[in-house]
């Protein structure tokens, strides 16, 4: 095997990991252990990919591919397991949500292809998005704010980025709508 797919490797790995969380919903120590490897494989990916210079498009897709089934799954253990807290968001979260899937509409529309951005603020997004699980058990619930309003403002950002760039030419690895 060429080392060079290890980054594509653990984005499948984080495909099929997060596919497996909704089968440990009842079961909180399993859940957060397979939820922190599968984190771990997001976090590894990218940084064996870009430390190696094995960055390439394939893995970029992947990445975004595994980094929304993760979301999906998210979303359904939130609503499931901690609904008191997220039922007081729901509007903020569907807004989010209905957002992300325009953003993929405009990329699919505007450049024929599957497009999430890689920005700061949709990577801190993430890792909001990724401890919230643990934040909430931990009572922590005005983390769910934060996140919210974080995610949102990411996903405006990432419209914003995909709407003024040139049909075709969209940089995937885009710090934010301040930089070029």
């Known amino acids: 095997m060429n080392k ?9 790995s984080r495909i099929f990991l997060s596919l497996l969380l909704p089968l440990l ?10 939820y922190l490897i599968t984190g771990i494989t997001d976090i590894l990916d990218g940084f064996i990919a870009r430390r190696y210079k ?6 970029s897709k992947l990445d975004s591919i595994g980094d ?8 359904t253990y939130l609503l499931l397991e901690q609904s008191d807290i997220v039922l007081k968001f729901l509007i903020p979260v569907i807004i989010i949500f209905m957002l992300k ?25 993430g890792f909001l ?36 760039s040139s049909k075709g030419k969209v940089e995937l690895n885009r710090k934010s709508i301040f930089s070029s």
Request: charged share 10%; glycine share 4%.
């Open 25 to 34: 919903f009842k079961i909180p120590l399993a859940f957060i252990a397979l």
């Open 54 to 59: 094995w960055v390439s498009a394939l893995g």
């Open 129 to 164: 998005v990724f401890t919230l699980p643990i934040m909430l058990i931990l009572e922590q619930k005005y983390f769910m704010l934060i996140t919210v309003i974080t995610a949102f403002l990411s996903a405006i950002e990432e419209l914003i980025i995909l709407l003024q």
């Open 68 to 75: 929304f089934v993760f979301y999906m799954v998210l979303i």
């Open 101 to 125: 899937i325009g953003n993929i509409i405009v990329g699919l529309l505007k450049h024929k292809k599957l497009i999430m951005i890689h920005t700061i603020a949709n990577k801190v997004t």
């Open 4 to 12: 060079k797919y290890i980054p594509n490797i653990l984005s499948i």
